[in-house]
């Protein structure tokens, strides 16, 4: 997996530039497993078309609408780690990201600023503000920002409903590909579901896979749906080549809406925990192990239980059941239908936290 950050290093020696002057060169950062996602569904792929139909917007609607509220992070790493004294060199990490309200917060991926010793977020309008990091959550590769520009400069993008996505749907993304600002490209939702790997190793349920063009630079730049709404975070692309092959990969917005409102209530992201190993099986998924003292197992989960159902959605896989359950937030309750011994239970379960 290739994150699509991209990154301009520029060496400083004293007074001197080390290894000659600034150059774009991507960054492809491997997880370890190495192993392809997964997915419940997919379609073939095709290209949306920029002519509106009834309920939906074009692309260029939508690029004429959005574009003022997605911006430019670039944030600079300085290693001081020189064998030469006195000596120190700055790379800058290049990203995307998008206004999320008219108080200045900006939401990006967290891997566009880790290690950031400075931020800067340039507006739509070429204004540059000096950004200040709110909070970040590795475990979801997200992270919020803070710039004081003032609310007339601020257009906060309106976030759909991921869970409402389905494939072969059009999509949008807007973005800032190799520093060309404001790129706009379109494709459609080629499988939802996918399980990635945020930059701790830790796996990002119910990942929107796409095949609209996203390479290096498009990190933390919003994914649209057609109706103009934001329904994902653009973070990683599966590549051969390190540039875009057609398969790029989204965190969904109700992850990036439950993440981005702990980060700005100054809180410790916390993430759902249903308590219980699964794997996928014929019509849900089957229930291996239930932690002792979880929610599922004060609920009356157990051993062999198919879980069929949550609050009336059908599973269809173990991926589907934790991109559900990340969708929530501790303390949530969340109705399980579960298949045992030929029968059928609903249990009630509260979500406890991971």
């Known amino acids: 997996m290739t994150w699509t950050r991209n990154r301009v290093v520029a060496g400083l020696c004293a007074a001197t530039l080390a290894g000659g002057g600034a150059g774009a060169t991507a960054v492809a950062l491997t997880h370890g497993s190495g192993s392809t996602p997964t997915a419940t569904t997919a379609a073939p792929t ?14 260029s609607q939508i690029a004429k609408r959005a574009t003022t509220g997605v911006v430019e992070v670039d944030a600079t790493l300085t290693d001081t780690q020189s064998p030469y004294p006195g000596s120190s060199s700055e790379s800058s990490a290049e990203g995307t990201g998008f206004v999320y309200d008219t108080k200045g917060h900006i939401v990006t991926n967290q891997h566009v600023v880790d290690g950031a010793s400075k931020v ?36 906060p993008l309106t976030l759909g409903d991921s869970s409402a996505v389905t494939v072969g749907d ?4 807007i973005g800032n590909p190799f520093g060309l600002d404001s790129t706009v490209t379109s494709g459609i939702v080629s499988a939802l579901d996918r399980e990635i790997s945020a930059p701790d190793g830790t796996p990002i349920e119910g990942a929107i ?31 051969d080549s390190g540039g875009n092959d057609g398969v790029g990969f989204a965190i969904p917005s109700n992850t990036v809406k439950t993440v981005a409102d702990q980060l700005i209530a100054g809180k410790t992201v916390q993430h759902a925990l249903l308590g219980v190993t699964v794997g996928s099986a014929t ?6 192990s239930v932690e002792s003292g979880s929610g599922a197992d004060k609920a009356g989960v157990q051993n062999g239980d198919v879980i069929t159902a949550v609050d009336g959605k059908s599973i269809t896989s173990s991926q589907q059941l934790r991109a559900i359950i990340a969708s929530h937030k501790p303390g949530d309750s969340v ?3 579960v298949r045992r011994s030929g029968s059928t239970k609903t249990l009630q379960v509260t979500l406890g936290s991971r």
């Open 46 to 59: 095709s290209v949306a078309t920029n002519t509106a139909s009834k309920g939906t917007l074009s692309v």
């Open 120 to 155: 800067r977020v340039k507006l739509s309008d070429g204004s540059t503000y000096t950004a200040t990091v709110v909070g970040t959550d590795v475990s979801t590769d997200l992270a919020v920002l803070h710039v004081d520009a003032p609310a007339s400069k601020l257009t």
């Open 170 to 173: 059009g999509v949008v993304a």
């Open 209 to 239: 896979q796409t095949d609209a063009a996203i390479n290096h630079g498009n990190s933390g730049g919003p994914l649209f749906n057609l109706a103009g709404n934001v329904i994902g975070v653009t973070s990683q692309i599966q590549s």
């Open 283 to 288: 019509g849900g998924a089957a229930v291996s």
């Open 335 to 337: 109705a399980l239908t």
